[in-house]
T-cell receptor, first 109, second 116 residues
Framework: GAVVSQHPSRVICKSGTSVKIECRSL??????MFWYRQFPKQSLMLMAT?????????EQGVEKDKFLINHASLTLSTLTVTSAHPEDSSFYIC?????FGSGTRLTVV | QQQVKQSPQSLIVQKGGISIINCAYE??????FPWYQQFPGKGPALLIA?????SEKKEGRFTISFNKSAKQFSLHIMDSQPGDSATYFC???????????????FGKGTLLTVNP
């Protein structure tokens, strides 16, 4: 079946630095990928829609300058959390079609 | 405005029992309704999904019942096992056409605990 690979699974970074998260569709092409954020014991919140070869579409309230999305190929989308702060600590998950990646636990210290 | 309402928030079932989770939606344009299972620290995994042209879909111990007129759908887990203990999310999306659009709206989730 279709597989979405997400990397890294865990990352700890210092406040003020940037972190990049990769999302790859392993055996299929995805012109559209989605990025979600999930707080503990809460549901998934859609952050943005990543479109191959064009700008991402951000949901209301999501800072596009803080959460940079690049979808340079049909199998790879990246989310960069810029100038990270402790409040950015969360579980970030990507998806392509109905398949989700395994998530990235970001901790900003 | 929450477009997909899920209940209950938590559910405790004995091993071998039936787990039932309900969802209601508001947007009649939704045309694809998946259920996801999520274990702690992992991404959601697709369990089963249904389209509004059928009223029921069964895959193993998992069954979706769909009531289009009431705008409700539910997940039934038969013969529940301790390994089924996880958080379950219902979701909905519109514009489904062969997998080209999966912008999902999620319910708030149900924490299922199956006691041995």
């Amino acid at each position: 079946g279709a597989v979405v690979s997400q990397h890294p699974s865990r990352v700890i970074c210092k406040s003020g630095t940037s972190v990049k998260i990769e999302c790859r569709s392993l055996d299929f092409q995805a012109t559209t990928m989605f990025w979600y954020r999930q707080f503990p014991k809460q549901s998934l919140m859609l952050m943005a829609t990543s479109n191959e070869g064009s700008k991402a579409t951000y949901e209301q309230g999501v800072e596009k300058d803080k959460f940079l999305i690049n979808h340079a190929s049909l199998t790879l989308s990246t989310l960069t959390v810029t100038s990270a702060h402790p409040e950015d600590s969360s579980f970030y998950i990507c998806s392509a079609t109905s398949v989700f990646g395994s998530g990235t636990r970001l901790t900003v210290v | 405005q929450q477009q997909v309402k899920q209940s209950p928030q938590s559910l405790i079932v004995q091993k071998g029992g039936i787990s039932i989770i309900n969802c209601a939606y508001e947007n009649t344009a939704f045309d694809y309704f998946p259920w996801y299972q999520q274990f702690p620290g992992k991404g959601p995994a697709l369990l089963i999904a249904i389209r509004p042209d059928v009223s029921e879909k069964k895959e193993g111990r998992f069954t979706i019942s769909f009531n289009k007129s009431a705008k409700q759908f539910s997940l039934h887990i038969m013969d529940s096992q301790p390994g089924d203990s996880a958080t379950y999310f219902c979701a909905a999306t519109r514009g489904y056409s062969g997998g080209s659009n999966y912008k999902l709206t999620f319910g708030k989730g149900t924490l299922l605990t199956v006691n041995p």
